[in-house]
């Protein structure tokens, strides 16, 4: 059973890992942490680390969505160097107070040498307070961090977007594959029904029934994107009933349906395609014809079955002989890419379709 895990805690065990990363391959490891009020360098790198993980956030949600997708590349590049700005001043208030003291005891007249510093206990001049590095080292990490940030989560965002629009762009084309295989088998059905009424059949009320059936699953239940697997089988148990009762004993239908579909779903009218092109194009009403239809669920896992011999009149009328197939073998791809496995048998006398989709 697979369990999702709420995007808040990603995002907060990510913190977390960039947080410590410095300690992770340090000398002393996280025993450093412990020094992290007395040691002034250490405690300068969290509030590094810190400001930029807020940029990063700003970046992602405010400044990218808001400007760089808006393409004002100039007001975006303007807010990201003030972003910058605004850290280093941030930081040189809460933890640099050494640097903006040094500008403050600068000698009057520019033009007197400052005395040459020189690294000791008692000599030199600006020595550096405590154990902090230079301010130039922290300025280049602070860069360095900033850039990882910036094109991290612009590389993050712009994937997102591009995502989300193919996103959009498979669901209008599923959309598109349903409209235009829904009324292929309502055109087939009334076909059917039709034949009934000439020849004044008791069981066209029966098959008036089955087609309501029919239309109230393909326009009211099968409009989403996953169904219950047990109303799609039972679609298909109404269509093929529906065909049996039209072809009477010009056709010999081997169907069965085993296993279990407790708790499955799965894409509607993507199995129906194959079954009724057997239909459509393996039925010779002057022969008796056989169409074998096998439909097994194990566990997860759903594998189909459908055979028909070919009727070389019907295939020759017909010139959109395949196009139900085609969308469906389509559908198949944007829908279950590398969880379905395809098989098509074209021989000179038949047709086969075998079809495995894992629905977990």
């Known amino acids: 059973m697979n369990v999702r895990v ?6 907060v065990v990510c913190c977390l ?17 412990s020094d992290l009020n007395a040691n002034q360098h250490e ?13 990063f956030y700003a970046n992602y949600y405010r400044l990218i969505p808001r400007l760089y997708f808006a393409r004002r590349y100039v007001l975006y590049g303007l807010s990201v160097l003030g972003c910058f700005g605004l850290i280093m001043g941030v930081l040189l208030t809460i933890d640099r107070q050494d640097i903006i003291t040094q500008f403050r005891q600068l000698p009057a007249s520019v033009d007197a040498p400052p005395p040459p510093f020189t690294v000791g206990p008692q000599q030199g001049h600006f020595p550096p307070p405590g154990n902090k590095p230079p301010f130039g080292f922290e300025l280049n990490l602070a860069l360095y961090l900033f850039l990882v940030g910036l094109f991290v989560s612009l590389a993050l965002r712009i994937s997102s977007r591009l995502r989300e629009s193919e996103k959009a762009r498979l669901s209008t084309e599923l959309s598109y594959l349903k409209a235009q295989i829904n009324p292929h088998f309502l ?4 076909n059917s029904i039709y034949a009934l009424t000439l020849e004044k059949s008791d069981d066209a009320p029966d098959a008036v029934a089955r087609l309501s059936a029919l239309m109230r699953y393909v326009l009211g239940e099968a409009t989403g994107d996953r169904v219950p697997l047990s109303r799609d089988l039972e679609y298909v148990r ?15 239908i081997d169907f069965q349906v085993t296993g279990s579909t407790a708790g499955l779903t799965i894409a509607p009218l ?7 092109n057997a239909f459509k194009y393996g039925v010779n009403p002057e022969s008796t014809s056989e169409i074998r239809i096998g439909i097994s669920v194990q566990q997860n896992q759903l594998h189909m079955n459908v055979w028909n011999a070919k009727v070389r009149r019907v295939m020759a009328e017909d010139s959109s002989f395949g196009i139900g197939i085609s969308n ?7 829908l279950y890419p590398d969880r379905h496995q395809l098989s098509i048998r074209d021989e000179p006398n038949s047709f086969g379709v075998e079809l495995t989709i ?3």
């Open 43 to 55: 405690r300068t790198n969290l509030i590094i680390y810190g400001l930029m993980l807020l940029f």
């Open 358 to 360: 894992d629905l977990g």
């Open 328 to 334: 469906t073998a389509t559908r198949l791809t944007l």
């Open 238 to 252: 109404n269509y093929v009933a529906l065909q049996q009762t039209r072809l009477a004993d010009t056709v010999v």
């Open 6 to 11: 709420p995007p808040v805690v990603w995002h």
């Open 270 to 276: 993507i199995l129906i395609s194959f079954i009724e």
């Open 187 to 190: 055109f087939n059905t009334l």
């Open 17 to 33: 890992a960039f947080l410590v990363l410095p300690y992770v391959f340090a000398p002393g490891s996280f025993s450093r942490l």
